[in-house]
């Protein structure tokens, strides 16, 4: 985890929304005024080790009459057929 990534860990729920986002490796707008489906599609590409990945949603000053929901599908595509599990749990599906 880069130093900034350690820096929200270790102050998770005493940061505000802006300190937040400061300190993100990736943010993009969602607009839900249109009352639409969204869909987001991003590759993260990893070059040095496998990582445990964070998701984190912010919604600074921002009035919600009804909460979002939201679903994360991420997968490591060069796993082959274990793509849908973890580095931690790599393997195991052989010994099932």
Same mark, same amino acid.
């Given at each position: 985890?880069?130093? @900034?990534?350690?820096?929200?860990?270790? @102050?998770?729920?005493?940061?505000?929304?802006?300190?937040?986002? @400061?300190?993100?490796?990736?943010?993009?707008?969602?607009?839900?005024?249109?009352?639409?489906?969204?869909?987001?599609?991003?590759?993260?590409?990893?070059?040095?080790?496998?990582?445990?990945?964070?998701?984190?949603?912010?919604?600074?000053?921002?009035?919600?009459?009804?909460?979002?929901?939201?679903?994360? @599908?991420?997968?490591?595509?060069?796993?082959?057929?274990?793509?849908?599990?973890?580095?931690?749990?790599?393997?195991?599906?052989?010994?099932?």
């Amino acid at each position: 985890m880069r130093a @900034h990534g350690q820096i929200v860990k270790r @102050h998770w729920g005493k940061l505000s929304c802006e300190e937040m986002l @400061h300190r993100k490796s990736f943010a993009f707008q969602i607009d839900l005024s249109s009352g639409q489906d969204f869909w987001k599609s991003v590759e993260v590409h990893q070059s040095v080790r496998n990582r445990f990945w964070y998701f984190t949603f912010a919604a600074c000053d921002v009035d919600i009459e009804i909460a979002p929901s939201f679903e994360i @599908h991420a997968v490591n595509s060069r796993q082959g057929f274990e793509e849908e599990f973890g580095m931690d749990q790599r393997g195991t599906l052989l010994l099932q």
